[in-house]
């Protein structure tokens, strides 16, 4: 039983192109929720999805930031023309439906904006 | 935005030794989470609480959900080498009306081996 997948591990990105990151979630849970964690930093909430659905983008900056959590496939969160203080470690979690407060991370993803 | 205010920021452990921490709001909470982060990994959960005044233990690790709902506390008994990592607080509350999953981490404990 695969835990969280995240990919990429790393990726290295220069200010104005785009960056794509990956998660699919436990087998058996259909909450996905992505956070974003600083150097030195705690982690910071950022969207929350269920499958086709947004639920709570209240940590998701404004702009160039969007998340989606597709019927099949999964869960991409997009940055559009980063900038250097993008760069942070992207960290997906998954839940079931029930208990739902209890959620598995991923490994990351290490995204550094040159 | 909502804090969780986690101490001590760091400490230095010898084999052995008892290890405290904890983690204060200004917020209730209606759950609190200990999480531990290795290098390079994601956060593991270590204890989950639910109830104030919960006291729950897992191995060595013991944490208590504190009575006003706005504190709790971890630790960790007789510690051993692996134990090294950061250790994460983290609330889902009640009163700032965060989604489920909208969880508020503390900064973290750096927990290492004394030199």
């Known amino acids: 039983n695969a835990g969280v997948m995240q990919n990429p591990r790393h990726l290295v990105r220069r200010r104005g192109q785009e960056a794509r990151l990956r998660c699919s979630p436990m087998?058996?849970?259909?909450?996905v929720y992505w956070y974003r964690q600083l150097p030195e930093e705690g982690l910071k909430f950022m969207v929350y999805l269920q499958k086709e659905n947004i639920i709570d983008e209240s940590g998701m900056p404004k702009e160039r930031f969007s998340a989606e959590f597709p019927k099949e496939g999964p869960s991409i969160l997009r940055i559009q023309q980063v900038v250097r203080g993008d760069s942070a470690a992207y960290f997906c979690?998954?839940?079931?439906?029930?208990?739902?407060?209890?959620?598995?991370f991923g490994a990351g993803s290490r995204l550094t904006v040159l | 935005g909502q804090q969780l205010n986690q101490s001590p920021q760091s400490m230095f452990i010898q084999e052995g030794e008892d290890v405290s921490m904890n983690c204060t709001s200004s917020?209730?909470?209606?759950?609190w989470l200990w999480y531990k982060q290795d290098p390079g990994e994601g956060p593991v959960l270590l204890i989950a609480l639910y109830k104030a005044g919960e006291l729950t233990s897992n191995g060595r690790l013991t944490a208590q959900f504190g009575i006003t709902r706005k504190d709790s506390f971890l630790n960790i008994s007789a510690s051993i080498p692996s134990d090294v990592g950061i250790y994460f607080c983290a609330g889902q509350g009640s009163d700032y009306g965060g989604s489920q999953g909208n969880l508020i981490f503390g900064k973290g404990t750096k927990l290492s081996v004394k030199p």
């Open positions: 979690a998954s839940s079931p439906p029930v208990g739902a407060n209890v959620l598995t």
């Open positions: 087998k058996g849970h259909s909450h």
């Open positions: 917020s209730i909470f209606n759950t």
